[in-house]
Structures are given as C-alpha cells and as structure tokens.
C-alpha cells in the first residue's frame, strides 16, 4: 500500500472516529426544561397537579446526565412559573423531596467480544478433562456480559401560593418572579 493512500486512509479513520465521538456526545444531553414525557422511570420533565384552589403538586425529572443540582433548580423555576401563571405573586414550598432512582442492567454482548463473532482462542489437551479452549475475552463460562446502573433524580414539592409581598418571617416562601428573573438565564430550554 503506497504511503499516500496509507495517509488518506488514517485521516479518513480519525474523522469517521471523531464524528462518532461527536455524535455520542450530542445525544448524551441533559433532560432541558420541558413538560414531562415518558412513563416510569423513564419519565423526564416537569408535571403539576392541583390540590386545592391555590395549592399544587409539582415535580422535575431528569434523565440519568440530569444532575441533582439541576434537578432541583429546574424544580423551584417550575413552581414560580405555575405561581406567576395563575395570577399569584409568591408561593411556600410546604414539602419538598429529592429521590434518587437506580436501575441495573445486565446485558449478553450479542457479538462475543472487541472482534465481533470471531475472536482468538487456544485450544488445549487435559489428561483429567480433555480438550478445552480459553480465550483472552469473555468471562470464565464463556459468556460476555455488561452490566451497568443508571441513577436519575425526580425533585417533588407541594406549593401554596400566595398573592401580595412574600411572608417575610416564612424560610420556605418565595417571591415567583424574583424566581424567575433570577433562575430563568440558567434554565436550558428545548431545541426547536
């Protein structure tokens, strides 16, 4: 093989290898500000339910990128947005709960190692057992597994809104539209 075409070779390899990499990345993104989708554990996004006339449930999920941190900052911006939405000016935050969820994944790998179906191995004589093989992949049985755990974090809280200043001896209360002035810059919004 001549050294231009071995050059032109590498290059193509590394820009496939590279475009990989990029698309990998891209789909890996944390869960963006947006109504719930999804079922289960597989939920992402926010929901609310109303209790009462000026009391909600409302709740963020993200999916397994989703940091706690924004899993909550999501959460609060949520709860002064529906605040600001039904005409109230404040809300309390009367219960809150952070949960984290984890699932684990055994896999077979359906090609049997790095090579695909084919992969070394050396076969070998035992006086005691006969013939056998043993190959560099793959565990003592013969079978390649991967196993992996997924954690998530869903943030829950129950409001109650409220209409004039904020009660300023109350921790738990906040002013919706300081809320939003100030967390609203961080929150990633859905591309279109």
Not at 167 to 188: C, M, Q, W, Y
């Amino acid at each position: 093989m001549s050294h231009r075409r071995t050059n032109r070779l590498k290059k193509g390899l590394i820009g496939t290898a590279l475009v990989g990499a990029l698309l990998t990345a891209g789909c890996a993104t944390p869960t963006p500000y947006r109504p719930a989708t999804g079922y289960g554990f597989n939920q992402t996004g926010y929901a609310d339910q109303q209790i009462e006339a000026n009391r909600y449930q409302v709740s963020f999920s993200g999916n397994s990128v989703t940091s706690r941190e924004t899993v909550e900052r999501y959460l609060l911006y949520r709860a002064a947005e529906l605040t600001l939405q039904q005409g109230y000016d404040y809300f309390i935050l009367s219960n809150r709960d952070t949960e984290k969820q984890s699932r684990t994944y055994a896999s077979a790998d359906p090609w049997g190692g790095p090579y695909g179906y084919w992969h070394p191995y050396w076969r070998y004589y035992s006086p005691a057992w006969g013939w056998g093989a043993w190959g560099p992949y793959g565990d003592p049985f013969g079978r390649d597994i991967d196993v992996r755990t997924v954690d998530k974090y869903q943030a829950m809280a129950e409001i109650v809104m409220g209409k004039g200043p904020k009660p300023k001896d109350n921790l738990r209360a906040f002013d919706a539209r300081s809320v939003v002035d100030h967390l609203g810059p961080t929150i990633e919004m859905p591309r279109r």
